[in-house]
């Protein structure tokens, strides 16, 4: 098998890296290596810094309906290029081949068509005569270059969730994919550069160093990050230093209240489907699970016995799975050792092995009878395990969700809506679902509190946190 060499795509083309030093991208179904990418050097970054700033000059002075139409070029090509698209993908994720075009490459086209719409619905307070005999009015514009960090579990789709609202409104872009998952977001760049000027969109490739680069270097007036709480914290704190505009989305430790009201049956089906899709590999998954004592063992046992049927995990081509491999040889052995390091009180109700020696998969696993206090409880697995503990009563349930760190998604499942508006009123996270968990749509914000960051991703929030503000006021005075 052929490895290839992959490029930094800086200027509207792919180009030459200063580095000597090259990564290896490894296919986790098969854990062959598949291409190179260079660990790219504070030259590089600033070499692509110097393309989106010479792009903005021109970009920023476009009208809303010529980025609107740049966009929907860019959404039509995606749709195109969608098997292509989705066979890069799964050579560097693992994941089901079959789900990729629906659950991503479709949703990413429909987002970048509804930041396209975006573009043209800016709004801001009215102009009026704040003081006598002067006018005044609010122009909302582009920050200027932004510098974008993305994640190996969606490398895609959170590629597009953050260039898109940040090219429709004026910005130009140096992103830098996952070390190990950067082939989508160069081929995105690729087709990109048929509709964007030169340097609108600037892919670089590397490790931390590189991002660490990409965050200190002066050009950029914003960086954003969606990735872990130690990242995100070192961004932050980078970024403090030179006073730039941050946008965190990090990671997240969902709460899944299920009532002894609930419907059982599709809790369980619900629940399993949001918490082992994408191999548990998502901020938002379901994978922490809280029931009300009178409904525990019933539930568990269902949740148990449909993932036994349901939730198989294999290889990205094999039929009829849920999930395919965890992202690479460190996160295995991470989810490994959290299953080794299981207090004495657990119980494992399904799974907790690796399968097969070769691939990074891991089956379905759920842990029953843990403790507020246990390490699966309070920290982020990121893998196929879903986690339960009893609670008694609501104020109970409220303090169990909200005792950890994180502040991104949880869900609530009863029938009595008196309960679930109370839970939603209550629960100290940016997104709360009731008797549903995962979806998200284009025009809804998404974004945390506390450790999982600050900021929104999506809807006309999302788009709004790539503008600035400015006052303009005028003596109309005789």
Known sequence: MSIRELKNFVGGDYVESAATERLEIIDPATEDVIATTPVSTEADVADAYRAAAGAFATWKDTTPGERQLALLRFADALEERAE??????V??????????VPDEVD?????????AGAARNLEGKSAGEYMKDHTSFVRREPIGVIGQVTPWNYPMMMAIWKIAPALAAGNTVVLKPSDSTPSSSLLMAEIASEFF?????????????TGRALVADRIPQMVSITGSVRAGMEVAGSAALDLKRVHLELGGKAPVVVFNDADIAAAAEGIANAGFYNAGQD???????????????????ALAEYARDNARTGAPTEDGILFGALSSAAQLSRVEGFIDRLPDHATLALGGHRQGDRGYFHEATIVADLVQDDEAVQNEIFGPVITAQKFGDESEALRFANGVE???????????????????KNLDFGCVWINTHIPLVAEMPHGGFKHSGYGKDLSAYGFEDYTRIKHVMSYIGS
Do not use: I
Not at 197 to 209: C, I, M
Not at 283 to 301: I, P
């Open 107 to 115: 949703v990413m086209v429909d987002q970048v068509r509804f930041f």
């Open 84 to 89: 292509e698209l989705a066979d890069v993908e």
């Open 197 to 209: 000027p030169p340097g609108a969109f600037n892919v670089v490739t590397g490790n931390r160093d």
């Open 283 to 301: 901020c938002t998954a379901a994978t922490r699970v809280l029931v009300q004592e009178g409904v525990h063992d019933e539930f568990v046992a």
């Open 91 to 100: 050579s560097n994720t693992g994941k089901p081949r079959a789900g990729v």
């Open 406 to 424: 994180y502040g991104l998604a949880s869900s609530v499942w009863t029938q009595n809506h008196s309960t679930a508006m109370r839970m939603a």
